[in-house]
Every structure is written in structure tokens, then in C-alpha cells.
């Protein structure tokens, strides 16, 4: 079946720092890719997405390039401000059993100190 | 402003008690959906609806009963045979696109 797995958290960072959170997915067919944001009590957030293989998603300075080769979707941003402390949490669109449908990773807890 | 949006914030029951959690729409979104998140867990999903007066089950639908009577709302009934109900509940609704769009949530506590 369709799974995310991603880098179990917490990820403290310093501000500034280069950031990384890693994604792999297992899916059948051609599913698409996303990255969502979770801030404390609140709901998720689309960050980016990626639609088919080779493509990048951006956005606030977050990219992730969609990896068919090696089924991945590892998130990246250069320069992390406290701003960015929150839950992210990658996911594939399911196929075949329902197009709407999406599988979500654990989540990634990101923590930025000054 | 478009959006979703869920009441109430909080929500507590006591045991054996059916509780309903409302999520709306002014999006003009076919498609809905409830998630659970429990912490350590992601979201697990309860129930989705492509189109008014259809739904089908999720990957833990039971305990949980929905329907969908209108475009613009889906409401979630947690039943006395959820076992374990607290939880934080989340409503997303999506239009021709993958991209769903999520509410701010209800945390539902059992007392």
C-alpha cells in the first residue's frame, strides 16, 4: 500500500541554520507530492507541492524537488527564522482507490532558537 | 475571505456520550474529509465525501458516522463506540485540484 515516512523530530535549529527534513514514499502509480505546515493549535497549511517527477515545489523560501528515482520529497530551506518553528508534515496523493485521497507522514517537528 | 471553518474549539463529553463537531465550507469545494491526529501519529482518515449525499469510509471509520446533506457542511458525529476519542479532529474540503484545505481544528476531550 501507499506510505510516507519521514525524519522523526523534534529538529532544533539555530536561526539562520540550513534545514532539512527528509521524506521517502512507497505508492502505486503516479501519485503527487506535498509538504504541509502545522503551527501550535492549528490547522494544517499547504507549504508546496509537486505534480510529477523532476518537478520543484517553492514557497517562503522552502523547496522540494519530487526524486522518482529514489522516491523522495526532502524539504529544504536555506536560512531558517524563528518564524518557521511548527509541525511539517509530508504526503502523497493516494491513486487508484480514491483520487482525493491523501497518506501523511508522522510529522516533523521543527524548533528554531535565536 | 473562503475558507473552512470548524466549532466548537473545544469539546469535551463524557463517556457514552454521542458528540457532533461541525466543519463548513464557502469554498465551493465537491469534496470533504475528516482526519484524526493523535501526537507521534500524522492524520488518519475518518471519513471523505465526493458529492453531496455520498461518503465512504476512511481508514478508522468506526465509532465515527458522518453525513452530507449539503454541499457546504460535513459534520462529524463521534459515537459512545469510539473507544478513544481524544483526540484533535480536522476538517479539509477540496475542489478539481489534489490540494486540500484544512480547518483549524476541534480537540475533543473525554472527561
Known amino acids: 500500500g501507499n506510505s510516507v515516512t519521514q525524519m522523526e523530530g523534534p529538529v532544533t535549529l539555530s536561526e539562520e541554520a540550513f534545514l532539512t527534513i527528509n521524506c521517502t514514499y512507497t505508492?502505486?502509480?503516479?501519485?503527487?507530492l506535498f509538504w504541509y505546515v502545522q503551527y501550535p493549535g492549528e490547522g494544517l497549511q499547504l507549504l508546496l507541492k509537486a505534480t510529477k517527477a523532476d518537478d520543484k515545489g517553492s514557497n517562503k523560501g522552502f523547496e522540494a524537488t519530487y526524486r522518482k528515482e529514489t522516491t523522495s520529497f526532502h524539504l529544504e530551506k536555506g536560512s531558517v527564522q524563528v518564524s518557521d518553528s511548527a509541525v511539517y508534515f509530508c504526503?502523497?496523493?493516494?491513486?487508484?482507490?480514491?483520487?482525493?485521497?491523501?497518506?501523511f507522514g508522522k510529522g516533523t517537528k521543527l524548533s528554531v532558537i535565536p | 475571505d473562503g475558507g473552512i471553518t470548524q466549532s466548537p474549539k473545544y469539546l469535551f463529553r463524557k463517556e457514552g456520550q454521542n458528540v457532533t463537531l461541525s466543519c463548513e465550507q464557502n469554498?465551493?469545494?465537491?469534496?470533504m474529509y475528516w482526519y484524526r491526529q493523535d501526537p507521534g501519529q500524522g492524520l488518519r482518515l475518518i471519513y471523505y465525501s465526493q458529492i453531496v449525499n455520498d461518503f465512504q469510509k476512511g481508514d478508522i471509520a468506526e465509532g465515527y458516522s458522518v453525513s452530507r446533506e449539503k454541499k457546504e457542511s460535513f459534520p462529524l458525529t463521534v459515537t459512545s463506540a469510539q473507544k478513544n476519542p481524544t483526540a484533535f479532529y480536522l476538517c479539509?474540503?477540496?475542489?478539481?485540484?489534489?490540494?486540500?484545505?484544512f480547518g483549524p481544528g476541534t480537540r475533543l476531550t473525554v472527561l
Open positions: 504526503a502523497l496523493s493516494r491513486s487508484g482507490a480514491g483520487s482525493y485521497q491523501l497518506t
Open positions: 505508492a502505486t502509480g503516479y501519485p503527487s
Open positions: 469554498l465551493n469545494h465537491d469534496a
Open positions: 479539509a474540503s477540496s475542489g478539481t485540484e489534489y490540494e486540500q484545505f
